[in-house]
């Protein structure tokens, strides 16, 4: 299993319910079904990933995420997991309020777009960063979004939310092995992971 | 549906299949319909394949659609060429194994293939019931696969699996009986007919019912109301099309011509093609049974049969795992309807998938081959199945 992912599944309470946006060929969530008895949904926009994931046994709902979790009622879920995928949405701050709505508390991973390569990159080639993380032409790419480890963080804090836990790793979009980096993560790290929560669990949906 | 449309030419099935019947509701215990009639008796058409274990834990219920009977698959007889509509789905070692599974599919109350329908007796007049015959529902229809499961002493389904009108029942199987589906596959279905799905079968009622040979329904004496039953097909044959998928089998290519023959006959292939699915239907088909069955699926509603104009509060009592799927290019129940019913399923917590099967070919798509259909339905019952007897283990 990726490495972010592998982070994520640690910080998951056995037996808890589990929403996974844009959750491909089901890794994660048939690992914690396996591992930690959980019960889980993914949502996923191609059909290919999603007859994977049934035939692997994992529940998935075809879909656009940010239409499919509208439905889902208040704090239908423990964790909703929203990795390598925030840098992808039209409308980051309406989603996740969404996601906090339905979870009692998510969790984001990103790519670091301030990783001291990317700055190097844009200081001294003056092009748009091409790099193992974000392997696209600006032209074709689907990351829309400029997201950093200190941005997010501060967005939580803005936004009123909790921060509840936050690790900064060093690894490639789909590799399996990586490290946590402590010492100047904002620069250091390719990927930041964050556990996120409402500020107080009654105060629904208003982060 | 195109039940036997597609499958004549796909050779014969080795497994032999028999067609058996039973009867219950004699008087004075007439079920008691949805509208509050009562019918009886009634008798039930059904196929079984495979065998029931031990413990009761494989059997699967197999609803067919308008047009379809309870010849699922498998063939009658050695040489038979025409085996059951959804042959290419079940059968040994097919998505729907019947190595391993016990397969149940019964024709429909108010069908014309042995259940009793308008063109039955009716014992108190010793003629055909014709319009005579109650106005039944998917309910009722259900009811009857109900008690034709106690009489072969199935408590327990694995699954319940049908398209279009049999995906209803599906819906229906889920609500009625929570604790005894474990699992449910409803495709290219929807919780109720659109104004679109209405006007079409009305189209078709009407082609029926204005024939001169209708005589009111009772017709059975004479040659019937052929022309408009041939007409009611045609027109519900574009249905089950796509734009796409005329496109590619028709286009615009003349039959057995190479100039237009500025006559009203068959000039384009799509026209051929119409006429012959029209007439072919009439040898198999009553009439009258079109009527009631497509009248059937108009009425159901499962906002208003069972969560009081909520399709959520519908959904609320079933504990079934729902497998849910559409078809891209399905026009007639389109993937919108499929989504509404997942809404509802998802806001009642329900263990459902989804999934939009890309097709060319139109509502049909559930009854053609489909390597992903097949996938999906058979990893979706074998996952159900393993974890039930590592569960009793």
Avoid at chain 2, 98 to 119: A, E, H, M, Q, W
Avoid at chain 2, 150 to 165: E, K
Avoid at chain 2, 222 to 247: E, F, N, Q
Wanted: contains cysteine; proline residues 4%; charged residues 20%.
């Amino acid at each position: 299993m990726r490495y972010d992912l592998q982070i994520i599944a640690s910080w998951i309470e056995p037996g808890s319910k589990v929403l996974d946006l844009g959750c491909g060929e089901g890794d994660l969530l048939s690992s914690l079904k396996k591992e930690k008895q959980i019960i889980g949904t993914g949502i996923e926009s191609s059909e290919e990933k999603v007859a994977i994931c049934i035939e692997r046994g994992v529940q998935v709902l075809q879909g656009d995420i940010t239409e499919e979790v509208v439905d889902y009622p208040d704090n239908a879920f423990d964790y909703v997991i929203l990795s390598q995928t925030l840098q992808q949405v039209y409308g980051p701050h309406k989603l996740i309020k969404e996601l906090l709505r339905v979870g009692r508390q998510i969790i984001v991973s990103f790519p670091n777009f301030s990783h001291w390569s990317i700055r190097l990159q844009i200081l001294f080639s003056g092009y748009a960063p091409k790099n193992r993380q974000l392997p696209y032409e600006w032209y074709d790419t689907p990351n829309i979004r400029v997201i950093t480890i200190q941005d997010f963080r501060r967005f939580v804090k803005n936004t009123g939310c909790r921060l509840i836990r936050e690790v900064a790793i060093n690894t490639h979009s789909h590799d399996l092995q990586g490290s946590i980096i402590t010492f100047l993560p904002n620069l250091r790290a390719t990927f930041g992971v964050f556990l996120v929560s409402r500020r107080n669990n009654g105060n629904k949906g208003q982060p | 549906m195109s039940e036997y449309s597609e499958h004549d030419r796909s050779g014969g099935s080795k497994v032999m299949v028999e067609k058996k019947f039973f009867t219950f509701g004699e008087p004075p215990n007439q079920l008691l319909l949805e509208s509050g009639a009562r019918l009886g008796p009634i008798t039930v058409a059904y196929e079984t394949l495979g065998s029931l274990n031990d413990s009761g834990t494989n059997a699967i219920l197999v609803t067919h659609a308008l047009s379809g009977d309870s010849h699922v698959a498998g063939c009658y007889e050695e040489g038979d060429h025409k085996p059951g509509w959804w042959d290419t789905m079940v059968g040994p070692c097919k998505a729907i194994d019947t190595d391993r599974y016990f397969v149940i599919c019964s024709n429909i109350l108010g069908g014309c293939k042995g259940t009793t329908g308008p063109s039955s007796i009716n014992p108190e007049t010793a003629r055909p019931y014709g319009l005579t015959f109650p106005v039944v529902t998917i309910g009722d229809m259900v009811k009857v696969q109900k008690a034709l499961l106690d009489h072969l002493q199935i408590r327990s389904l694995l699954s319940v699996i049908g398209g279009s009108v049999g995906g209803m029942q599906v819906l229906e199987w889920a609500i009625s009986y929570p604790g005894m589906v474990k699992s449910a596959i409803a495709l290219a279905t929807t919780t109720r007919h659109s104004a679109l799905a209405i006007a079409f079968n009305e189209i078709g009622r009407q082609a029926i019912m204005s024939d001169p040979n209708f005589n009111k329904g009772d017709y059975y004496q004479g040659p019937g109301p052929v022309l408009g039953l041939a007409l009611a097909r045609m027109v519900g044959h574009v249905t089950y099309l796509s734009d796409d998928a005329m496109r590619s089998k028709f286009g615009r290519r003349l039959q057995d011509r190479e100039t237009l023959a500025f006559d009203f006959e068959a000039n384009f292939q799509v026209e051929s093609y119409l006429r012959y699915q029209g007439s072919k239907f009439t040898q198999r088909f009553d009439a009258n049974s079109f009527l009631y069955l497509t009248k059937a699926a108009d009425y159901y509603d499962v906002k208003r049969q069972h969560g009081n104009d909520s399709e959520v509060e519908a959904f609320a009592k079933v504990k079934a795992r729902m497998l849910v799927i559409s078809f891209t290019s399905d026009w007639l129940y389109p993937t919108y309807q499929s989504r509404n019913m997942v809404k509802a399923m998802k806001k009642n917590g329900l263990d459902v998938s989804f999934c939009e099967i890309e097709a060319q070919c139109g509502h049909d798509a559930f009854l053609l081959p489909n390597k992903r259909q097949h996938s999906l339905i058979s990893t979706f019952i074998e996952r159900l199945y393993e974890e039930g007897n590592s569960n009793a283990l």
